[in-house]
């Protein structure tokens, strides 16, 4: 462990930078993790890419249709591809309490800096009954966990409630994919105490002026809205952080038509609630990963779907 449990806010405000992704799991054609297709896709992602972090395992990484064996050897692929390049935030929430800390305990042992767990999937949704459930699972492990606000869970944590949470030692983070309103208020509530993180790339510039933000923790959108060759949302993060924000302005706008083209393919799914894996997995093929199709019962994106996505974004300009 690079931190003790007392350490992991103070480790994470200190270290936790940069433009995180959250990464798909490939599957081959019979529907096995492709581990080959994993770690060719997570090299790209460092060396061309530059992604600082990586949130694996998660929605985008279909946990749902992973067992706990793949997603144990999916958290291992990622920390070993990224060679410490980049720090890692493997997803660990499962359906019991059991399978959580197991999963949390193993992405520990094998070196994650960090991992993120999604609003328990309770029968109840009592808030005490979920906070036990964050304050059990901290206390086995030392590791520094990052909330995952997801309403896809069925409902979602009240800002009261993630200030609460913001208490428990190594609670250090939260994803908090929620409306604007909703997460100033988390930002007031829990000012000081854990990282406030929204995974909207279209506020992103917004949060590094109005609210200093430091990370952008994570969607696909680092490896979907940009080329390796020409790193928009990169080149304008940068130039924002240094203060030039006249030409980080300049820059953002150029990416309009392929933001455009994500509401259409990909934010009004997320906005449903839904995960739009199919289109996910399509377009990030042809930005060159492995891409794929979901795994069962999810269907992959129809031809006619391919053709007009892959027209879209050529169109906007992403595609050579």
């Not at 480790?11 to 994993?38: Q, S, V, Y």
């Not at 949302?233 to 933001?259: C, F, N, W």
């Not at 990030?284 to 999810?298: C, D, I, K, Q, W």
Request: proline share 6%; glycine share 8%.
């Amino acid at each position: 462990m690079l931190y003790r449990r007392s350490e992991a806010k103070a480790f994470g405000g200190k270290h936790m930078r940069g433009i995180w992704a959250a990464i798909p799991f490939p599957f081959t054609k019979t529907g096995e993790l492709d581990d080959r297709g994993l770690r060719r896709d997570i090299r790209r992602y460092v060396d061309e890419l530059k992604i600082d972090g990586f949130f694996c395992g998660g929605l985008v990484g279909e946990f749902w249709a992973l067992t706990m064996e793949e997603r144990k050897r999916g958290q291992r692929i990622v920390i070993e591809e990224v060679a410490g390049k980049a720090q890692t935030m493997p997803h660990t929430g499962a359906l019991s309490l059991r399978d959580t800390i197991a999963l949390t305990q193993h992405a520990q042992e094998i070196g994650a800096t960090y991992v993120v767990v999604g609003n328990p999937p309770m029968s109840t949704r009592e808030p005490e009954d979920v906070h036990e459930y964050f304050r059990a699972l901290a206390a086995e492990v030392d590791i520094g966990i990052s909330l995952f606000n997801s309403p896809l869970c069925g409902y979602s944590l009240a800002p009261e409630q993630v200030a609460r949470l913001a208490d428990i030692e190594n609670v250090f983070c939260i994803k908090n994919p929620q409306p604007v309103e909703h997460t100033d208020q988390v930002r007031r509530l829990t000012a000081g105490k854990i990282i406030v993180c929204d995974p909207g790339e279209v506020r992103w510039l917004d949060n590094i002026v109005k609210h200093k933000d430091q990370v952008f923790m994570s969607s696909p959108d680092p490896y979907l809205l940009q080329a390796a060759s020409d790193q928009k949302m990169r080149k304008y993060t940068e130039q924002a952080m240094a203060g030039e924000l006249e030409a980080a302005r300049a820059i953002s706008r150029t990416m309009d038509p392929v933001r455009r083209v994500a509401d259409r393919w990909m934010n009004a799914k997320w906005s449903a609630p839904s995960v739009p894996i199919g289109a996910l997995k399509y377009w990030s093929e042809l930005m060159g990963f492995t891409g794929g199709a979901p795994r069962a019962p999810v269907r992959p994106l129809t031809a006619d779907e391919k053709r007009t996505l892959k027209q879209e974004l050529a169109t906007a300009g992403l595609l050579s």
